[in-house]
């Protein structure tokens, strides 16, 4: 029972989490191939799942060595940050704060960055192309592994983070090889919104587990860590609006 | 190098969008872990960790919205 109800978020928040990176990857590689072929987009992408496979593998084995406190404080430190900065820009962006992230746009301004370097030279080995898309998958594939680190690894649950993460990978693949454009449509913020709460209830369990806090209730003290953040950022998303509001008509 | 220094700054950039909001955090954990050193009751500073890291993330948002932009 304890076992299902750390599983089930943690698989949960790890796809949710692993989608908003993957469709943000998918963009990128998408204007990459549309512009300037899908060999040497698909070629840095596989380069870049190769890359972090390899790192999974070295990191994954090393974080057992390390004392479960240690990894408690230190994962429940790093997931906070992440959770509660995921949090406040779910609530800003809700609340008209900055705008809500586009797909669309993201595509039509990549598209236009591969066209500016004109046209292709070589095909079997275009650099830029193939660094664009190793970046992208790089840099969104690391926040990925760190998120399946994160809330898996202080439970012990690295096997159902993978999997929610996996998930989220074959379904982005099978979506984009099915339409051949962004994911427009998913509900990124609303992605967000979730798994920030999500983050942030984890983090602040396992920074109190690290600090030696009994929780009250031991695991099922989650359930209304997860609530209370839920409660209190739904209640700050109309309270932003306001205050935007009133700095606007001050100006 | 260029690569490394992007990757280095997005992954700085994961954790710390605020910096007031990632220091308040950060400092609000070292207090409840200084108060659990001193003996006081472990759940009511559980308690007090959870509600103080909500109001610290509220206030954040609040602030970041009144700015003028």
């Known amino acids: 029972m304890m076992l299902t109800l750390h599983a089930a978020p943690v698989m ?10 993957f469709v943000e990857a998918l963009t990128v590689v998408l204007a990459v191939g549309s512009v300037r072929g899908w060999r040497p987009a698909l070629t840095g992408t596989a380069l870049g799942l190769a890359t972090l496979g390899a790192l999974v593998a070295v990191l994954g084995p090393a974080l057992t060595r390390i004392p479960l406190e240690a990894v ?15 949090l406040r820009k779910a609530i800003l962006r809700a609340a008209g704060v900055i705008p ?3 797909e669309a746009a993201a595509f039509a301004g990549e598209t236009a960055v591969m066209r500016s370097y004109g046209r292709v030279r070589d095909r079997a080995w275009d650099a830029v192309a193939i660094g664009t898309s190793f970046k992208i998958v790089m840099l969104e594939g690391i926040e990925v592994v760190f998120i399946v680190i994160a809330v898996g690894a202080a439970g012990g649950l690295l096997l159902p983070a993978s999997l929610g993460a996996l998930a989220a990978l074959v379904l982005v693949i099978l979506l984009g090889v099915a339409l051949h454009r962004p994911l427009a449509r998913i509900p990124e913020n609303a992605l967000k919104f979730a798994v920030g709460v999500l983050l942030s209830a984890f983090g602040a369990f396992w920074v109190g587990e690290g600090i030696g ?18 409660a209190v950022a739904l209640a700050a998303v109309p309270l932003c609006r306001g205050r935007r509001a009133l700095a606007v008509a001050a100006d | 190098m260029g690569a490394l220094r992007t990757l280095a700054r997005e992954l700085v950039a994961l954790f710390v969008d605020d910096g007031s909001l990632a220091l308040s955090a950060l400092l609000w954990v070292a207090a409840c872990a200084l108060a659990v050193r001193l003996g ?8 007090a960790l959870a509600v103080g890291l909500a109001a610290i993330l509220a206030e954040n948002a609040l602030r970041a919205a009144s700015r003028k932009s």
């Open chain 1, 12 to 21: 949960t928040a790890a796809f949710l989490a692993s989608l908003v990176e």
């Open chain 1, 72 to 86: 408690q404080l230190a994962v429940g430190v790093l997931l906070l940050l992440f959770g509660l900065r995921w």
């Open chain 1, 100 to 102: 809500l992230h586009d």
């Open chain 1, 213 to 230: 806090i009994d929780w009250p209730g031991a695991d099922w003290v989650l359930l209304a860590l997860v609530a209370g953040f839920l």
């Open chain 2, 40 to 47: 006081l009751p472990a759940g009511w500073v559980g308690a």
